[in-house]
């Protein structure tokens, strides 16, 4: 199973959006709207942001906004802030009843 | 407060073994699907094992097959991962995570270090 394919980096500045984006394939992504996605900050564990597409915990800011369309995830973040600097995976659950996690996008707030 | 906390990684040989466990508190334990999840240094994420609320269904990526067993006692609210033939590509902070139900991962532990080296 290869990994879902991710940006490497993006930028932004405060109050801006922004919007990172996701590739899978039909037995992924397409398959289920089963994609999550997690931001982690450096020497932390993930954290659970967006799942079923669209759906925010808890807690999570609405700041915080997922979306799909056919076999690509997008994740976005509006009125940015100097705390949303992280890292930020993808994932998806497979006709494979595996899982499958992006590469990871570094999200740079100027 | 879900809490979920790993421990027993360390530095083992190439094809040694290493049994990690997972202690949760917090939640019905036995009411959740739990994952592994692993990270290289300086790498992605990579799904490892899953395994049912009753503990006797599982499922496993590729690389792991055949060489990760994963179970849970639901009397202790412990999860386990034993790591037989241990490979150098196997070295990576394990995490324990609980399935959120829709097949996420909507808690995780802070990870235990396993490194693989001679």
């Known amino acids: 199973q290869s990994a879902l394919t991710q940006p490497a980096s993006v930028s932004g500045s405060p109050g801006q959006s922004i919007t990172i984006s996701c590739t899978g394939t039909?037995?992924?992504?397409?398959?289920?709207?089963?994609v999550s996605w997690y931001q982690q900050y450096p020497g932390k564990a993930p954290k659970l942001v967006i799942y079923d597409v669209n759906k925010r915990p808890s807690g999570v800011s609405h700041r915080f906004s997922g979306s799909k369309s056919g076999n690509t995830a997008s994740l976005t973040i509006s009125g940015l802030q100097a705390e949303d600097e992280a890292d930020y995976y993808c994932?998806?659950?497979?006709?494979?009843?595996?899982?499958?996690f992006g590469g990871g996008t570094k999200l740079t707030v100027l | 407060e879900v809490q979920l906390v790993e421990s027993g990684g360390g530095l083992v040989q190439p094809g040694g073994s290493l049994r990690l466990s997972c202690a949760a508190s917090?939640?019905?334990?036995?009411?959740?699907?739990m994952h592994w999840v692993r990270q290289a240094p300086g790498k992605g994420l990579v799904w490892v094992s899953r395994?049912?609320?009753?503990?006797?269904?599982?499922n496993y990526a590729d690389s792991v097959k055949g060489r990760f067993t994963i179970s849970r006692d639901n009397a202790k609210n412990t999860l386990y991962l034993q790591m037989n033939s241990l490979r150098a590509e196997d070295t990576a902070v394990y995490y324990c995570?609980?399935?959120?139900?829709?097949?996420?991962?909507?808690?995780w532990g802070p990870g235990t270090l396993v490194t693989v080296s001679s």
């Open positions: 395994v049912n609320r009753e503990g006797n269904y599982t």
């Open positions: 994932s998806s659950y497979t006709t494979s009843i595996t899982w499958v």
């Open positions: 917090g939640f019905t334990f036995s009411s959740h699907w």
């Open positions: 039909s037995s992924d992504v397409g398959a289920y709207n089963y």
């Open positions: 995570t609980r399935d959120g139900d829709n097949w996420n991962f909507d808690h």
